[in-house]
């Protein structure tokens, strides 16, 4: 019996202070695109937009996303146009046979920052920046995780031993990340006026990654709003049809 209770107790007090991975749980956030009925924030992906241009995309791709896709938060197709002429994209062959550089076009996708993953190890301390077209996806909780890995750099307590090159981050699996804060106070300056504090620009780029993650969100979300109400009528039909059947025989 004591032993009984000695185990209970010891599961009990064994509660882990860090969920899955040893990594502390993501801080939760209010998104617009939470529930049944969220939308995006297409003024802050558009910010967003903007912080992996000027920020991110040196180290990350984002290989899923075509510029025309941009419309979906709320760009114009003149817009899309201009931004995508600005990048340089490899095409070819020619006739003779090579390769040429060329404008970006609507249609063509964002253009990756190496030429290939050794490159990008090679120059990240030997990790790889993951594209981030799916990251939100990829990722447990990944609005909140994203989020809380851009605003969770923190000193490394004083018993931990930090390799070469590497930040400390709770909410990181294993505390270590090869990746340095990428986000500090002013490191891109919105048009719109909005201040660029971490915090901003973390949630900004979230909910940008977020609907490159699934543009399709909304569609989706109004889609299942309908199904629902359709289902709500036919029941009701449903029963008072039966009732009307039945009606005679009671
Ligand atoms: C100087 C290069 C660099 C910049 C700039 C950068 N990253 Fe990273 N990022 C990395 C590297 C390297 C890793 C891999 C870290 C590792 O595996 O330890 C990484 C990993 C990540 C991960 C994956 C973490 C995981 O769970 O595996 C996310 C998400 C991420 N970065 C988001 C961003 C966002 C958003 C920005 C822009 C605000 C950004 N990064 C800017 C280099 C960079």
Same mark, same amino acid.
């Given at each position: 019996?004591?032993?009984?209770?000695?185990?209970?107790?010891?599961? $009990? /007090?064994?509660?882990?202070? =860090?969920? !899955?991975?040893?990594?502390?749980?993501?801080?939760?956030?209010?998104?617009?695109? @939470? *529930?049944?009925?969220?939308?995006?924030?297409?003024?802050?992906?558009?910010?967003?937009?903007?912080?992996?241009?000027?920020?991110?995309?040196?180290?990350?791709?984002?290989?899923?996303?075509?510029?025309? $896709? /941009?419309?979906?938060?709320? =760009?114009? !197709?003149?817009?899309?146009?201009?931004?995508?002429?600005?990048?340089?994209?490899? @095409? *070819?062959?020619?006739?003779?046979?090579?390769?040429?550089?060329?404008?970006?076009?609507?249609?063509?996708?964002?253009?990756?920052?190496?030429?290939?993953?050794?490159?990008?190890?090679?120059?990240?301390?030997?990790?790889?920046?993951?594209?981030?077209?799916?990251?939100?996806?990829?990722?447990?909780?990944?609005?909140?995780?994203?989020?809380?890995?851009?605003?969770?750099?923190?000193?490394?307590?004083?018993?931990?031993?930090?390799?070469?090159?590497?930040?400390?981050?709770?909410?990181?699996?294993?505390?270590?990340?090869?990746?340095?804060?990428?986000?500090?106070?002013?490191?891109?300056?919105?048009?719109?006026?909005?201040?660029?504090?971490?915090?901003?620009?973390?949630?900004?780029?979230?909910?940008?990654?977020?609907?490159?993650?699934?543009?399709?969100?909304?569609?989706?979300?109004?889609?299942?709003?309908?199904?629902?109400?359709?289902?709500?009528?036919?029941?009701?039909?449903?029963?008072?049809?039966?009732?009307?059947?039945?009606?005679?025989?009671?």
């Amino acid at each position: 019996m004591r032993i009984l209770i000695a185990a209970l107790l010891s599961l $009990s /007090l064994a509660t882990p202070v =860090f969920a !899955a991975g040893d990594s502390e749980h993501p801080k939760q956030m209010p998104w617009s695109f @939470d *529930g049944v009925f969220g939308t995006f924030d297409r003024q802050s992906a558009q910010r967003g937009l903007q912080v992996y241009r000027e920020v991110c995309a040196a180290c990350h791709s984002l290989n899923r996303v075509a510029f025309r $896709s /941009l419309t979906g938060i709320g =760009f114009s !197709a003149e817009e899309v146009k201009a931004l995508a002429s600005e990048y340089s994209v490899m @095409d *070819g062959p020619d006739d003779e046979g090579e390769m040429f550089e060329r404008a970006g076009k609507p249609s063509d996708k964002f253009v990756p920052p190496y030429p290939n993953e050794k490159a990008a190890r090679a120059l990240n301390n030997g990790a790889y920046p993951p594209d981030l077209s799916l990251i939100i996806k990829a990722r447990p909780d990944g609005a909140n995780y994203v989020y809380s890995l851009l605003t969770g750099y923190e000193d490394a307590p004083a018993d931990m031993q930090m390799n070469e090159g590497m930040s400390y981050n709770p909410y990181f699996s294993g505390q270590q990340i090869a990746m340095a804060p990428p986000l500090s106070e002013g490191v891109v300056s919105f048009e719109d006026g909005t201040e660029a504090t971490v915090d901003q620009m973390a949630k900004d780029v979230v909910n940008f990654l977020q609907w490159a993650a699934e543009p399709e969100m909304e569609m989706r979300k109004k889609m299942g709003v309908k199904v629902m109400i359709f289902l709500l009528v036919m029941t009701i039909l449903f029963y008072l049809a039966k009732q009307r059947i039945w009606r005679n025989l009671h």
